[in-house]
Structures are given as structure tokens and as C-alpha cells.
């Protein structure tokens, strides 16, 4: 009985998070064997200012990336 749980960057469309559940489901029984119907998948949208790497958000990240493009 698989419990999938994810966390991503808020920011995908529903038709992206649609396809990335699927994509999981389908892992699970391709590479576990698991039913369907016993299979969980729980998809965490976090906003860019509360996900950070190497203490710089993502949305610094992006910020910095922005005003590298504007130079």
C-alpha cells in the first residue's frame, strides 16, 4: 500500500500535476508490483519563499537570476 508523497514548487498547471501523479501511479506498479486502488499519492505545492537550497530561497533564486538577465 504505497504512500507517495511529494513536495514541488508551487507554480505547475493542473494538466503538469495531473501528469506527474499519473507518472507516479505508474512507477508504483511498474516497479513494486502495487495495486492501483492502494496506491496514494499526496502532491505538496510550496510557495518559492518557503523552499530553500544552500540558504537562498527560490525565489531569491529566481530574483537573482532575473537581475542577471537585466545586465
Same mark, same amino acid.
Given at each position: 500500500? /504505497?504512500?507517495?508523497?511529494?513536495? =514541488?514548487? &508551487?507554480?505547475?498547471?493542473? !494538466?503538469?500535476?495531473?501528469?506527474?501523479?499519473?507518472?507516479?501511479?505508474?512507477?508504483?506498479?511498474?516497479?513494486?508490483?502495487?495495486? /492501483?486502488?492502494?496506491?496514494?499519492? =499526496?502532491? &505538496?505545492?510550496?510557495?518559492? !519563499?518557503?523552499?530553500?537550497?544552500?540558504?537562498?530561497?527560490?525565489?531569491?533564486?529566481?530574483?537573482?537570476?532575473?537581475?542577471?538577465?537585466?545586465?
Amino acid at each position: 500500500m /504505497p504512500l507517495i508523497d511529494v513536495s =514541488i514548487a &508551487r507554480g505547475r498547471s493542473p !494538466e503538469q500535476l495531473r501528469a506527474l501523479i499519473s507518472a507516479l501511479h505508474k512507477a508504483a506498479e511498474e516497479s513494486v508490483g502495487a495495486v /492501483p486502488e492502494n496506491t496514494t499519492v =499526496i502532491i &505538496r505545492e510550496v510557495d518559492a !519563499e518557503h523552499w530553500s537550497k544552500a540558504n537562498v530561497t527560490i525565489a531569491e533564486r529566481t530574483a537573482q537570476g532575473n537581475a542577471s538577465h537585466e545586465r
